[in-house]
Nanobody, 124 residues
Framework: QVQLVESGGGLVQAGGSLRLSCAAS????????MGWFRQAPGKEREFVAA????????YYADSVKGRFTISRDDGKNTVLLHMNSLKPEDSAVYYC?????????????????WGQGTQVTVSS
């Protein structure tokens, strides 16, 4: 099992920044990548960003490219999501997830372990 705990969400004005953190514990060696997804009310959960453990290769949704940065801190088994130039449409519950399978990295079904989520609200 892999346990994931997110933190860092909150309320911010448009144009502001937030940093989300995901602390991983348990059998983390089983995962090959970590991802961030988000879900707004009435919408499906969508891919935001991901980073591989082996090479730190990063992937981003087009909607956040150039504004969000995913990184990892191996010593702390933590994955960070730096969010800049936030927009009201970025408001959602953000989830951290651990990928074990070999599905395409943006595919939600490829992630077997999920955190509880953290709310991000961007006011206009």
């Amino acid at each position: 099992q892999v346990q994931l705990v997110e933190s860092g969400g909150g309320l911010v004005q448009a144009g502001g920044s937030l940093r989300l953190s995901c602390a991983a514990s348990g059998r983390t060696f089983r995962s090959n990548a970590m991802g961030w997804f988000r879900q707004a009310p009435g919408k499906e959960r969508e891919f935001v960003a991901a980073i591989t453990w082996s090479s730190s290769t990063t992937y981003y949704a087009d909607s956040v490219k150039g504004r969000f940065t995913i990184s990892r801190d191996d010593g702390k088994n933590t994955v960070l999501l730096h969010m800049n130039s936030l927009k009201p449409e970025d408001s959602a519950v953000y989830y951290c997830a651990a990928r074990v399978s070999r599905w395409p990295i943006f595919e939600l079904k490829g992630y077997d372990y999920w955190g509880q989520g953290t709310q991000v609200t961007v006011s206009s």
